[in-house]
């Protein structure tokens, strides 16, 4: 319940009683956390406050995104760390018996894979995604829907 404080019309008692009711009621005096402060809808103006819109989005990436949260999630693998750490011994030379790249470049190969992969299923739900953001939906308007 929220209540608006009011010009003082009235005479001093009408508004000492309104205080009380406002202390009675308020979420503070009943032991609540702080309600936020009130929202203000105006009819037919543009609002004063932007809000969120509804539209849903379930991609893990972005363009800009994709490689850093990619080589997060890899990487926190211990396995992934593993083979990374053993490639990158083997390019010492005198370290390894093997080739240089005898882990590194199956290792990489797997990787790409894996981030194909990763975009091509992030592709298909930013398509769901939008699909159902755009789709046509019925509202409840003075009774009836439309």
Request: hydrophobic letters at 40%; glycine letters at 4%.
């Amino acid at each position: 319940i929220h209540f608006y404080k009011r010009e003082p019309k009235f005479s001093r008692v009408q508004l000492s009683e309104d205080n009380l009711i406002m202390n009675l009621f308020s979420s503070e005096s009943a032991g609540h956390a702080k309600l936020p402060d009130t929202r203000r809808i105006l009819i037919n103006k543009d609002q004063l406050q932007k809000f969120k819109n509804n539209s849903i989005s379930t991609g893990k990436y972005t363009i800009i995104t994709f490689l850093p949260k990619f080589l997060y999630e890899q990487f926190r693998k211990y396995a992934n760390i593993f083979f990374l750490t053993i490639g990158l011994l083997q390019q010492i030379p005198g370290i390894s018996p093997t080739g240089r790249y005898v882990t590194l470049v199956p290792f990489l190969v797997i990787l790409a894979i894996t981030a194909i992969k990763e975009i091509v299923e992030d592709f298909k739900r930013h398509l769901e995604d939008g699909k159902i953001n755009n789709s046509k939906v019925k509202t409840f308007r003075n009774g009836d829907w439309l």
